[in-house]
């Protein structure tokens, strides 16, 4: 029994350093907010919330990718030219914060022992330790949210309001803002317009 149980928190020690050193696709929260009436469909534009934001390729792929999933709602694309009937006003703040510590790659063993019958007797000693150097290195977590409302054009009333969160590992392709665009808006618009108040996971 105590052989097994030995094996079992080794089992368990070696899952938990995997979890901790390995990144992972991380599961995005959602909360939503409208009247619980069907909603009204036609065309739409997705425009950034701040004009400086606006004007920077990561605001494109955010709103691009707002855009696409609200088409496979029911919504279209305005005509060249031509005002939109709605508007997805569409806002992302990215902030970071330390993650676990990775381990490091470099480590120092240190091993002795006397053999049988060899100088000093005939006593036998092994054993050996082994440290990393330097300091640890942490990974860098960023946090990202992505709040969408719909409005009417014509007296700007806001219809429907989501907001969508998520982390990643700097170093994970999750953390691209193509990826993470495409990820946070496929997870915001899920099962639309979705219950009303309620806080969900998306996988």
């Known amino acids: 029994m105590r ?3 030995m094996v079992l928190v080794a089992g368990a020690a070696m899952s938990l350093g995997a979890c901790v050193t390995t990144p992972t696709r991380s599961p995005v929260e959602v909360s939503r907010f409208h009247l619980g009436a069907p909603l009204e469909t ?3 534009s997705a425009e950034a919330t701040s004009a400086g934001w606006a004007t920077s390729l990561e605001s494109q792929v955010y709103t691009g990718a707002v855009a696409n999933e609200l088409i496979r709602y029911g919504y279209a694309a305005p005509a060249t030219g031509a005002p939109s009937q ?4 569409v806002g992302v703040t990215r902030t970071t914060r330390q993650g676990p510590p990775r381990r490091s790659p470099i480590t120092i063993g240190i091993g002795g022992g006397t053999s049988s019958g060899g100088y ?5 000693i092994g054993g050996g330790v082994s440290f ?3 300091k640890p290195r942490y990974r860098e977590i960023i946090l990202t949210d992505l709040s969408v409302q719909i409005r009417r054009r014509t007296d700007g009333t806001v219809i429907w309001e989501g907001h969508a ?4 590992d700097s170093q994970s392709p ?3 803002a193509n990826a993470e665009a495409a990820k946070l808006a496929n997870a915001i618009f899920r099962d639309f317009p979705g219950e009303s108040g309620r806080t969900i996971t998306v996988k």
């Open 3 to 5: 052989a097994i149980s």
């Open 42 to 44: 036609g065309t739409l």
């Open 86 to 89: 709605y508007l997805a006003v």
């Open 120 to 124: 000093g007797g005939g006593v036998g």
């Open 132 to 134: 990393p150097i330097g």
């Open 165 to 168: 969160q998520t982390a990643a």
């Open 174 to 176: 999750d953390a691209q």
